[in-house]
């Protein structure tokens, strides 16, 4: 997603997060329709929870409840496969998603035109078949499945334990909490010099709106959807 005269606007998101994959896919979607050009912005969802004194939305049952509900309704309306693992605790909470955001990252930093494939494979895993995306032999399965030669998949493996890498993602998140950052994803849209900061997947009305384009729901006519 590139371009010169478009407008500049940044996503970010973490695979851990449901709620950023269905923003992830409608902004992936839109951005020849709006004639945007989407920034990918990898981040760690944790990070933000904690930096912004934000309590993870597990420890109050009754709102997981309602999510998980919320997120079966949402996968047949955006048509992404979202589906929650088995052991949703430890897949979100207890694993998290650190060391494949510093995947993302790196390939961010290295292979940027990966990272869209590379990102929607990690939420095909964790938030649809069910898979661990922690260990080392995940992250490479992700990397070969986007495409990612597995050389180049090995090197950028080892930049995630490289200190360079590790910065990289930190500042990222300490950038969407300056942006006033409580959760993901955010949608940071720079209208007229100035940045515009959304929060969540269901928002796009109001995009819409800010950039005088139409929402016409989360699938374009004649896109192909993900189900
Ligand atoms: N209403 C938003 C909810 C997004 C959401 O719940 N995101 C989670 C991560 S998956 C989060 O960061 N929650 C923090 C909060 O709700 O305070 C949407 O539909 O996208």
């Known amino acids: 997603m ?25 902004m992936c979607r839109y951005s020849s329709a709006w004639n ?47 589906k929650e693992p088995k052991n949703l605790f430890e897949a979100v909470i207890k694993k998290g998603s650190l060391p494949a955001m510093r995947f993302v990252t790196a390939v961010d930093m290295e292979q940027p035109d ?36 597995s050389t180049e998949a090995q090197r950028l493996l080892g930049l995630t334990k490289a200190a360079e890498g590790k910065d990289r993602l930190k500042r990222t998140t300490e950038e969407a909490l300056k942006y006033g950052s409580f959760g993901l994803p955010n949608i940071v849209a720079h209208v007229d010099g100035k940045p515009h900061m959304f929060f969540g997947s269901d928002r796009f009305m109001l995009l819409a709106d800010l950039l005088g384009e139409k929402w016409m729901g989360p699938v374009l006519p004649g896109q192909k959807s993900l189900l």
């Not at 109050?60 to 079966?72: E, T």
């Not at 939420?123 to 070969?144: C, F, G, H, K, Y």
């Open 114 to 149: 990966f990272v869209e494939l590379v990102s929607r494979e990690f939420w095909m895993r964790i938030w649809s078949t069910d898979e661990d995306i922690t260990l080392p032999d995940s992250i490479l399965s992700v990397a070969q499945k986007a495409g990612l030669p």
């Open 2 to 26: 590139s371009g010169s005269n478009k407008r500049m606007l940044e996503l970010f998101y973490d695979v851990v997060s449901p709620y950023s994959w269905l923003g992830f896919e409608v």
């Open 36 to 82: 945007m050009n989407v920034r990918l912005r990898p981040s760690f969802l944790a990070g933000i929870m904690k930096e912004s004194g934000n309590q993870p939305p597990h420890q109050v049952s009754k709102k997981v409840i309602y999510m998980l509900n919320d997120l079966h309704r949402l996968a047949k309306y955006f048509q992404v496969p979202i």
